[in-house]
């Protein structure tokens, strides 16, 4: 089976010890793919490089909420700029985060905004950061009706939510999370959703899976998740491994050869 960990931040700190032995032991492990999520605008020629030298691993470029308040439109020409390298794919992580709220509301929608604004210019796919602000986040995908595609990241909102993701064009990604034991909600989604709209990322070194909690999380844990989600499925190993590698794919406009 090939699996594609589709949110990774293998460019944290908390890997700085032993990135390089970790990158090298990732295809050994089955993670044929990766996509190094970019969060701040330091961040965006950092994730450039990783890709650069990292033959399997896609990037994007973008400002999370988080960083909100330090977006500029030159950050902005920073984004458009770093997203003609190649495998340089997608703008994010992009979106609300009304959980922490380090950046006032209304900067986090103005940010969110203009980064959809760009995706929607350049047919950029997009990853999507929702936290507690489901209403505006909605509100403003749904403005961009018909020019959206990419990925409603580690995603905790309702079914109906979801369903609206994907009828914007969208694809929805389940995480570690998805192992909790008090992951009700989460469980029913994703045994409902269609297969053709489902990705499966880590969002390391966060959100690690059973059994593994309270430790460093990194794209080998994957495979937690994805067992997870066939057996909420009752799906085919094989079968449901080939359909999300190819979703992967497709969620971020990238030619499987």
């Not at 700190?13 to 969060?39: N, T, W, Y």
């Not at 950092?46 to 308040?69: E, I, K, M, N, Q």
């Not at 390391?204 to 059994?211: G, H």
């Amino acid at each position: 089976m090939n699996i594609f960990d589709t949110h990774a931040h293998l460019l944290d700190e908390q890997f700085d010890a032993d990135r390089e032995q970790l990158l090298v032991s990732l295809p050994q492990k089955g993670i044929a793919h990766v996509m190094e999520a970019c969060c701040d605008e330091a961040g965006i020629d950092r994730v450039a490089a990783l890709v650069a030298r990292t033959p399997y691993f896609f990037g994007s470029a973008g400002v999370h909420p988080h960083s909100a308040d330090e977006f500029t439109p030159e950050t902005l020409a920073h984004i458009r700029k770093a997203l003609t390298h190649d495998r340089m794919v997608a703008i994010g992580e992009i979106g609300l985060d009304y959980h922490y709220d380090f950046s006032p509301r209304d900067v986090q929608r103005d940010c969110f905004d203009a980064q959809l604004a760009l995706s929607a210019e350049l047919h950029a796919p997009i990853i999507i950061h929702d936290r507690e602000a489901h209403g505006d986040c909605m509100d403003l995908l749904r403005h961009y009706r018909g020019s959206l595609s990419g990925v409603m990241h580690c995603f905790s909102a309702s079914y109906e939510i979801a369903k609206a993701c994907i009828d914007l064009g969208l694809y929805v990604a389940f995480g570690g999370a998805l192992t909790f034991k008090n992951a009700v909600n989460q469980w029913a989604i994703a045994s409902k959703l269609p297969a053709e709209r489902l990705l499966i990322e880590t969002d390391c070194p966060y959100m690690t899976p059973v059994p593994f909690r309270g430790k460093r999380n990194d794209p080998s844990f994957i495979t937690y998740t994805f067992d997870k989600l066939c057996e909420l499925r009752g799906a085919d190993r094989e079968e449901l491994a080939a359909i999300l590698y190819q979703n992967s794919f497709d969620a971020f406009g990238i030619k499987n050869e």
